[in-house]
């Protein structure tokens, strides 16, 4: 039974301006970050602007491992063993210990952000407030034997 303010037909049009709005939202988050959707050009621009923000903020060895290697080194400042792998592209953030990898670290931005971005976003919130980022990261226990070559 429906309350006495509900009408089928205010039903109706409510269910029907969801779906649209649920379209155009698809629709927009699906084309910001295509390359040859209405955004493309918009995202490529951010691409490079964060690139170039990476380049004048790392210093030069870090920016070429970076590059070589695929991930930058952040020493931890609370633990003396222990360094935090930034990936290149965005992924979670691999936890070594002595050597040895002992945990991932997924922290993301709310709003989709450019590689760059988010490689200086990880470096600068463990250099500035590593426990803050330890907090909020959700960590992943990597499980032996789990992967194949």
Request: proline share 7%; glycine share 6%; with cysteine.
């Amino acid at each position: 039974m429906l309350p006495s303010w509900a009408s089928p037909t205010l039903l109706v049009v409510a269910l029907v301006g969801l779906a649209m709005a649920y379209a155009v939202a698809t629709r927009l988050l699906s084309t910001a970050r295509s390359p040859g959707g209405a955004y493309g050009s918009e995202w490529r621009r951010a691409e490079s602007r964060a690139e170039q923000m990476l380049a004048e903020m790392l210093p030069a060895e870090d920016l070429q491992r970076l590059r070589q290697h695929g991930y930058l080194e952040v020493a931890s400042k609370q633990f003396e063993d222990r360094t935090y792998r930034v990936p290149r592209f965005q992924g979670p953030v691999a936890v070594y210990e002595r050597g040895m990898l002992t945990s991932l670290l997924c922290v993301r931005s709310v709003e989709p952000i450019p590689n760059g971005d988010a490689v200086l976003m990880h470096k600068l919130l463990l250099e500035a407030d590593e426990s803050g980022y330890l907090k909020v990261a959700n960590w992943i226990r990597p499980r032996p034997f789990a992967y194949t070559i």
